[in-house]
């Protein structure tokens, strides 16, 4: 009896400790540095984070800047971040912030509302053209004061130092503007010194220490930083590394902790036996498409449309050319969209069906078409080459017409294509996204295919309305349904995002709205970590 | 040297106005693919996008007779210092390459020269060739996987602190070429002296061999290697533009190309210049030296 009560005892003991050995090593390690990168260029664009709106250069903001509100990457949604609590108007125009009175700036000074409304009247100077202006332009007044008939923006109210009012031009949800990374807070009066774009100061985790352009940008842990117990590591490099071998080189040669991976290196890494155990995969909120322009004849009608959707064998594509680094695209919102209809089913493979819709539609034996097109290796040219012979069986010729990315943003806007291929941004604001497809929305915004569907616009303009997050979701799951059957554009796929990092890297996000881009506060070392660091 | 500069402005100024896309449409491609019409109308009227060519050339050039190349698209920087930022690391890079392929490449081809058909001749025309031919992304690729994926001597990438240790990879990537460029040229030339009548009459005379090197055959032979060193020496900052995006190094080529890609004109307008005046005063320099080594030039 004793014997088996001590055996009994042993073994819960031995389990309990088994769970408080293995919650230790679930517990975040302080200290430390970790080599970060920065894969989308050779360089960051600038350290003025409220005048780009690249991504290469949300490495940047994300270390050493905070927005009003933030995007969180393990919930996959946006939340308060300089404000505590934050209270609606009935008729969702006006919000009241209640500002953290716990938040520093690299220069020692406490955050106020004064930070908030100076960085937003920064945004919208007039005579300037700041790329956060896109956002801030939502408040009342913003535009007034950017064109010079107003002095200050009317829409923003401070009420003491610590509570701030803003009031929008229509009922909006701030949270998906007021988190751009281009809409950063910086401490009045510092940012338009010569000094700050060499030396930006925020609001972040981490301070800016060294900058060596075209090569790495570190950051070191800021101690006043408001976040509980973060951030971890006391250093951070971000190396710049557009070059996907030399990453490769440099993600296996343990020097850099992570590695953003393109199909080539995807299929190399999962076939690996050690580097294939950290890998993390997310479905982002890009979808990549070929566009139809309206003012081309046959893609007028949505019979043709819809039967190049058939005459693609999408699937075969994403496997063959994609090595299944892409979830096949149903609609245009991605999955991870709150408006996303999980039982919709993309357009299946049917050469036959394609022909019967393009004689329906008065095109019996085909037509041709130009497909302006980038060279890039998922939603380029390589994908244009696969479609050609796809196409052809059903009787329609394609010409590609391969352009450089910045000839493509420039072309499209403007509406001179016939077709052409992209990966847009459809996430994370379903609104946001399906603004692209309602006919007030112009083509040089980003209504590119001239799409103009009055069952489409009822549907959202009731989502702009709708009381709650639900039935709003609901109506633009509807309106994302119905542009399915439309067909404004063929539907390839949604990115997946594949990321490789080294064992002792801990507190990674899935984070959907761009995977590369982590919230460093929450990322830790272990005792793995390479000596000398 | 001003008339060069001149048209080199107006012909960059030329064909960035031709070429399709422009910052603002780069800002979209590298974005989220979206427009706000007004900030791009309003971004092209700050960077007095909105005007005609010939008034932006002009203002240009007014800007560049006052030593101003002007402010960054991109950074609202100075160009001036965004350039001085970028051109140690390449020059630090072109001279280290160089410098390597000086000290390798000469004496190898002199040695081959000395003893054209040896099996050392061979194996130096062979990798000379071979060197000349093999891309530099491969090559720098390859050096990467060996000494540092491999051996795990050197770092990959990076500038690290500046220091030696991460300068020797895209250095010796980057010396491949002219090294044996030099190697060829200076085997040439050698042999070109060596079979001179004045070599012929040295020799008759009875002169040592250690002075018939170095007094007649280096002296007449150097000529034409100072030429090639000349030229590489000048094309190398040009060519650095593959291995400082390879290797993340941050210099002036890198800075071209995000810049090229990104349509940011004055930034790409001050590069180019200062690519230029870099080959110009490498030849001026070149012209000086060919004087010293043999004064019948400058009396020609």
Known sequence: ?533 | MIPTILAVSLLIFVIFSVIPGSFTSSLIADGKGRNDPKVVEQMNKEFGLDKPVYQRFGSYIINLAQLDLGQSFRTRQPVTHMLLERAWPTMKLAIAAMVIAILIGVPLGFVAALKPGSLLDTTTMIAAVSGLSLPQFWLGLLAMYVFALTLGWLPSFGYGDGGIRNLILPAVTLSVAPLALLARTTRAAVLDVMSADFIRTARSKGMNAYRLVTWHLMRNALVLIITTVGLQFGSLMGQAVVIEKLFSWPGLGSLLVDSVSMRDIPVVQGAILMIVLWFLIINTVVDVLYAVIDPRISHG
């Open chain 1, 1 to 533: 009896m004793y014997k088996r009560f001590a055996l009994q005892s042993t073994l819960a003991a031995m389990l309990l400790a088994g769970v408080a050995m293995s919650a230790s090593a679930e517990e975040p390690r302080k200290g430390g540095t970790i080599n970060f990168v920065a894969p989308y260029g050779s360089s960051f664009g600038t350290l003025d984070n409220q005048a780009s709106p690249a991504t290469q250069d949300e490495f940047v903001t994300k270390a050493i800047h905070r927005r009003l509100y933030a995007w969180d990457g393990n919930a996959n949604k946006p939340v308060l971040d300089l404000a505590t609590e934050v209270s609606a108007s009935p008729d969702r125009l006006t919000y009241t912030y209640k500002l953290r009175q716990d938040a520093y700036f690299h220069n020692d000074k406490k955050m106020t509302a004064d930070d908030i409304i100076d960085s937003y009247k920064r945004i919208m100077t007039p005579g300037k053209a700041y790329t956060g202006a896109r956002y801030i332009s939502a408040i009342k007044g913003a535009s007034d004061y950017s064109d010079g008939k107003a002095k200050d923006i009317a829409g923003l109210k401070k009420i003491d130092d610590f509570t701030l009012e803003i009031t929008f031009n229509e009922p909006v949800n701030p949270a998906f503007q007021l988190m751009q990374p281009s809409t950063v807070i910086y401490p009045s009066g510092e940012a338009d010194k010569d000094s700050f774009k060499s030396h930006p100061i925020g609001l972040g985790p981490y301070k800016f220490a060294e900058y060596v352009p075209g090569s790495r940008l570190t950051v070191e842990k800021w101690d006043k930083f408001y976040g509980a117990d973060k951030p971890h590591a006391d250093k951070i490099n971000i190396m710049i590394m557009g070059e996907a071998s030399a990453r490769d080189v440099a993600f296996r040669n343990k020097e850099v902790d992570v590695s953003v991976l393109g199909p080539a290196q995807y299929v190399a890494y999962k076939n690996d036996p050690e580097l294939s155990k950290n890998i993390l995969e997310v479905a982002e909120v890009y979808t990549r498409l070929v566009g139809f322009n309206t003012d081309f004849k046959p893609f007028q009608d949505k019979r043709v449309r819809q039967a190049i959707n058939y005459a693609i064998d999408s699937d075969l594509i994403i496997k063959r050319l994609g090595k299944d680094k892409a979830y096949r695209a149903v609609s245009w919102l991605p999955l991870s969209s709150p408006a996303f209809d999980k039982a919709a089913k993309p357009y299946p493979y049917d050469p036959e069906k394609a022909k019967a819709l393009l004689k329906e539609a008065g095109y019996p034996d085909g037509f041709e078409f130009e497909l302006t097109a980038t060279q890039n290796e998922s939603w380029g040219l390589t994908i244009v080459e696969a479609i050609i012979p796809m196409l052809d069986k059903v009787g329609i010729k394609v010409k590609a017409k391969p352009v450089e990315a910045a000839v493509l943003s420039e072309v499209v806007p403007a509406g001179d294509f016939q077709s052409f291929m992209w990966s847009l941004e459809s996430g994370p604001d379903p609104m946001t996204a399906m603004q692209c497809f309602y006919s007030k929305t112009s083509q040089s915004a980003c209504n590119y295919y001239k799409f103009n569907n009055k069952d489409f616009d009822k549907l959202y303009e009731a989502a702009l309305s709708a009381p709650t997050e639900e039935q709003k979701n609901d109506l633009l799951r509807q309106a994302n349904n119905l542009l399915q059957d439309e067909a404004p554009v063929w539907f390839f796929n949604y990115n997946k995002a594949v990321m490789a990092y080294q064992p002792w890297l801990h507190g990674l996000q899935p984070n959907s709205a761009e995977l590369a881009i982590q919230s460093y506060e929450q990322l830790w070392v272990d005792e793995g970590v390479p000596s000398g660091r």
